[in-house]
Nanobody, 124 residues
Framework: QVQLVESGGGLVQAGGSLRLSCAAS????????MGWFRQAPGKEREFVAA?????????YYKDSVKGRFTISRDNAKNTGYLQMNSLKPEDTAVYYC????????????????WGQGTQVTVSS
């Protein structure tokens, strides 16, 4: 079992920045691929970014966040991050981190472990 806890959400004006954290416990964090997803009110959950296990040498992003968001990980701290810059009102959502040992994927259904989510609200 892997337990994930997100933090760092909040209210920010358009153009601002936030850094989300995902603290992992229970298993060796470095062995797990990690993803960030988000869900806005009335919408389906969508992929945001993913990073490969171990050294995190591979990263993937939703097109609309490329160049604005950066996913990273610090295995020594058992923590993953999502740095979000140039935020837009359409980025408003609950953000979730997820972990999976087997696949690096944008498909949320493939991830075995999920956090409880953190709210990000971007005002215009």
């Amino acid at each position: 079992q892997v337990q994930l806890v997100e933090s760092g959400g909040g209210l920010v004006q358009a153009g601002g920045s936030l850094r989300l954290s995902c603290a992992a416990s229970g298993r060796t964090f470095s062995n797990y691929h990690m993803g960030w997803f988000r869900q806005a009110p009335g919408k389906e959950r969508e992929f945001v970014a993913a990073i490969s296990s171990r050294g995190g040498g591979s990263t993937y992003y939703k097109d609309s966040v490329k160049g604005r968001f950066t996913i990273s990980r610090d295995n020594a701290k058992n923590t993953g991050y999502l740095q979000m810059n140039s935020l837009k009102p359409e980025d408003t959502a609950v953000y979730y981190c997820a972990a999976d040992r087997n696949r690096l994927t944008s498909s949320g259904g493939q991830y075995d472990y999920w956090g409880q989510g953190t709210q990000v609200t971007v005002s215009s």
